[in-house]
């Protein structure tokens, strides 16, 4: 069971917006920042989005990232078929002392 | 261009002592924050332990009473050993490194490597 909850799945077709939504806790998402990683079949997971809305570079500007309260939100517009994929948002838990996860998006590209 | 490379044995048979190493090249350990996290299969991410740069060390509370976590900086890896494993511990193993853009984004990550736990 993931502390933080996201729907196990999403679709899209290309060219759409599509939100992944992520919700935690006072602990958690509450008082802490959230990160988005993107992680295709086989691969390790890819830092998508850090601290709520902020992307690495190379990171497409496609991808946008916000928080709200204890739920964090990650928005993919002009969707491709590469990006088909799990997402899992993260963030620090401050009564685990740790990284917490959420289940994991698949976010499939029909 | 920091590269992590997990290596350790594939199998292991339960209630023995899982042990993979991170090597790190490219870059010192001697900074940023380290991190082991595992992906069962089909499954989300779940963290295990981490090393910070002031070499604070914590645990997972669900796995802190099997798990430790080293540093070599002489070696420039950071090795895992997980005590009297059993099939829930069959996973994909991954290193990973954060401090580039905050100290909880973790943006270098090793391949991984799969451990299973099988007689």
């Known amino acids: 069971q993931s502390v933080l909850t996201q729907p196990p799945s999403a679709s899209g077709t290309p060219g759409q917006r599509v939100t992944l939504s992520c919700s935690g806790s006072s602990s958690n998402i509450g008082v802490n920042t959230v990160n988005w990683y993107q992680q295709l079949p086989e691969t390790a997971p890819k830092l998508l989005i850090f601290?709520?809305?902020r992307r690495p570079s190379g990171v497409p500007d496609r991808f946008s990232g916000s928080k709200s309260g204890t739920s964090a939100s990650l928005v993919i517009s002009g969707l491709q078929s590469e990006d088909e994929a799990d997402y899992f948002c993260?963030?620090?838990?401050?009564?685990?002392?740790?990284?917490?996860f959420g289940g994991g998006t698949k976010l499939t590209v029909l | 261009q920091v590269q992590l490379q997990e290596s350790g044995p594939g199998l292991v048979k339960p209630l023995e002592t899982l042990s993979l190493n991170c090597s790190v090249s490219g870059g010192s350990i001697s900074r940023y924050f380290w991190i082991w996290i595992r992906q069962a299969p089909g499954k989300g991410l779940e963290w295990i332990g981490y090393v910070s740069y002031v070499r604070n060390i914590n645990y997972n509370p669900s796995l802190k009473s099997r798990v430790t976590i080293s540093v070599d900086t002489s070696r420039n890896h950071i090795s895992l050993k997980l005590t009297s494993v059993t099939a829930a511990d069959t996973a994909v193993y991954f290193c990973?490194?954060?401090?580039?853009?905050?100290?909880?984004?973790?943006?270098?990550w090793g391949q991984g490597t799969m451990v299973t736990v099988s007689s």
């Open positions: 601290s709520n809305s």
């Open positions: 990973a490194r954060s401090g580039t853009y905050s100290s909880d984004a973790f943006d270098i």
């Open positions: 993260a963030t620090w838990d401050d009564g685990l002392k740790g990284p917490v």
